[in-house]
């Protein structure tokens, strides 16, 4: 079956520090692959995706990278903000077009002190 | 208002309440989610409905009861919970199920407490 592993943290780093929350997956198939954030009494919104293989996935300074050798979709940002302290989940949807939804890491809270 | 609302945003209750989550997309999507986020552990999908049909029921305990009147609305009907239901419900939507399914957009969840 399908399944996301994360950091949980928490990760805590100051403000301008450079940020990596690994994510790796386990599925069958071929997955895509996504980053998705929860602020404080929010729900989730997407941050980014990426589709198939060596796709890279941006958006607000973030980025990832689908590396299907080894099953990882990393987050990076070179210099975060205060703003960006919330919870990110990575996950996946099966390209099989199944109805199973997304498949969710468990997490990982970010915590930028200024 | 756009995108997804869920209401109400807090809801206690004691273990013997009747109560309805709602959730509204005003997205014009054809599939609709409940996730239940539990702390600590991975989002767990729950329902799925697709054009108003349920399409899958991932071994949810028969004490939560989804009904979707329209592909606008979503409901999850709850009666006789126990404390470790106590989580933030979920809701979302997507255009469709299959390949463009995988965009999900969320609500911002009601956090339910039961007591």
């Known amino acids: 079956g399908n399944s996301v592993t994360q950091m949980e943290g928490p990760v805590t780093l100051s403000e301008e520090a450079f940020l990596t929350i690994n994510c790796t997956y386990t599925a069958t198939g071929y997955p895509s692959l996504f980053w998705y954030v929860q602020y404080p009494g929010e729900g989730l919104q997407l941050l980014l995706k990426?589709?198939?293989?060596?796709d890279k996935g941006s958006n607000k300074g973030f980025e990832a990278t689908y590396r299907k050798e080894t099953t990882s979709f990393h987050l990076e940002k070179g210099s975060v903000q205060v703003s960006d302290s919330a919870v990110y989940f990575c996950?996946?949807?099966?390209?099989?077009?199944?109805?199973?939804?997304?498949?969710f890491g468990k997490g990982t809270h970010l915590i930028i002190q200024p | 208002e756009t995108g997804v609302t869920q209401t109400p945003r807090h809801l206690v209750m004691g273990m013997t309440n009747k109560k309805s989550l709602k959730c509204e997309q005003h997205?014009?999507?054809?599939?609709m989610y409940w996730y239940k986020q539990s702390a600590k552990k991975p989002l767990e999908l729950m329902f799925v409905?697709?054009?108003?049909?349920?399409?899958e029921n991932n071994s949810v305990p028969s004490r939560f009861s989804p009904e979707c009147p329209n592909s606008s609305h979503l409901f999850l009907h709850l009666h006789t919970l126990q404390p470790e239901d106590s989580a933030l419900y979920l809701c979302a939507s997507s255009r469709d199920r299959g390949p463009s399914s995988y965009e999900q957009y969320f609500g911002p969840g009601t956090r339910l407490t039961v007591t």
């Open positions: 997205l014009g999507h054809n599939a």
């Open positions: 996950a996946l949807s099966n390209s099989g077009g199944g109805a199973d939804g997304l498949t």
């Open positions: 409905y697709s054009l108003e049909e349920r399409v």
């Open positions: 990426a589709t198939k293989a060596d």
